[in-house]
């Protein structure tokens, strides 16, 4: 059975809502007025090179300035052809945000940009053809290495999504070819458009739940506010028309759709700081400006137990169950710290380490156990991509 894909209208704020059941798995909140910079692909000039900390600082439109590491400055595109190479202030070059700002942070951005598709991603600077290691098959592999190999440029190369296991190849070939086609119109045509100017937009982030949701997942695409309906049935007839049957207008008249699934509770509930669990026992959740502190009380779960050892092995075991579904639907990333209850058994640390890492496979951004530390403390990273849930419903 799959999940649905729920957008509702929240004040002044576009939600996206992953359902499964009649759990929310991962939630989006987007401000409906101000569209976002994550992704875009922007003609910026060079206003600032801080040698010390070995990054430039560019500005793009609206003279919102960001954060360009020299570092990770590979294949730059100039605006000026016969460009040397080596950065300089007044420089005008290509750019795509990689990163939202933060309270203290501007914007991240990059050189190396990417134009992405459902089922294939387009990587300037990358000659190569990578496939998800999601996709397992030896002979899906081999069909689509086949397939999207001819399409590779001298500057361009492509990552093939999961999704694209099992499409048609006339579905692949339609979207590889209308991305070089992009892609050549901003390379070609955009280094000579006015300098801080916007070359590609991706969709909006209730859009991009859409397109990068996984095909097999997904049986509804529902909403109940007809302007939303009308911009996503626009982009799934030119972008996804194979997804067409799967939208579906909802017209409760007495239950709204938010009521139906109970999404403001949800959120609401996904914004505390304490998280019960079945057993009694509970999670601590806070935020820092360095990591994220998630601790694991007992509560009531050891009450009139006795063997200590086995009932915090079960409380881990399901502590870990609903860390994984916290850290995918409060949008958490960076550094993870999960202060587990000590366990003296190097066997139950072990199914705790590899449970822990079957849950966290099941979410769509990269997640990664690190290890446990000699305290039993249990790092995690999560990239980061979009703000968590908790700053998203503040602004």
Not at 179 to 204: A, E, M, Q, T
Not at 331 to 348: A, C, K, P, R, Y
Not at 372 to 395: C, D
């Amino acid at each position: 059975m799959g999940s649905k894909l729920v957008f509702i209208r929240h004040e002044n704020k576009i939600i996206s809502g992953l359902i499964d059941g009649n759990d929310l798995v991962e939630v989006q909140a987007e401000d409906a007025e101000k569209s976002s910079l994550l992704g875009n692909i922007y003609l910026g000039k060079v206003q600032n090179i801080v040698k010390n900390i070995n990054a430039a600082f560019v500005e793009i439109e609206n003279r919102q300035v960001v954060y360009l590491s020299l570092t990770d400055m590979k294949n730059p595109v100039f605006a000026d052809s016969s460009h040397p190479g080596k950065l300089r202030v007044g420089d005008e070059l290509l750019v795509q945000v990689t990163k939202e700002n933060t309270k203290l942070k501007a914007p991240l951005a990059s050189t190396e940009f990417d134009l992405t598709g459902k089922y294939v991603v387009l990587v300037h600077g990358r000659k190569s053809l990578g496939i998800s290691q999601k996709i397992s098959d030896p002979e899906e592999r081999k069909r689509l290495k086949e397939l999207i190999k001819p399409y590779l440029g001298e500057d361009f190369g492509f990552i093939v999504r999961t999704n694209a296991a099992s499409a048609p190849d006339a579905v692949l070939e339609q979207e590889v070819a209308r991305l070089v086609r992009d892609y050549k119109n901003i390379v070609g045509f955009g280094v000579h458009w006015n300098c801080f100017s916007k070359l590609y937009s991706v969709p909006p982030a209730y859009i991009g739940e859409i397109r990068d949701s996984y095909d097999d997942e997904i049986d509804e695409i529902k909403t109940d506010d007809e302007e939303l309906y009308r911009e996503i049935r626009d982009y799934l007839e030119i972008f996804q028309p194979e997804d067409l049957p799967k939208l579906v207008k909802y017209d409760g008249r007495e239950l709204s759709l938010a009521k139906l699934y109970g999404i403001e509770e949800k959120i609401k509930k996904a914004l505390y700081e304490k998280v019960w669990l079945d057993s009694g026992a509970f999670l601590v959740i806070q935020p820092t400006e360095a990591c994220t502190v998630i601790d694991v009380n007992t509560g009531k779960a050891i009450s009139g137990k006795t063997d200590t050892e086995g009932t915090f092995f079960n409380v881990n075991i399901e502590a870990s169950e609903e860390i994984a579904r916290q850290i995918r639907l409060r949008n958490l990333s960076g550094i993870i710290i999960v202060d587990f209850i000590d366990m003296e058994s190097e066997i139950h640390k072990k199914k705790l380490m590899r449970h822990l890492s079957e849950m966290l496979e099941k979410d769509r951004i990269p997640t990664k156990v690190i290890d446990m530390t000699a305290l039993n403390l249990v790092e995690i990273t999560r990239k980061k991509i979009r703000k968590p849930l908790a700053e998203q419903m503040k602004q």
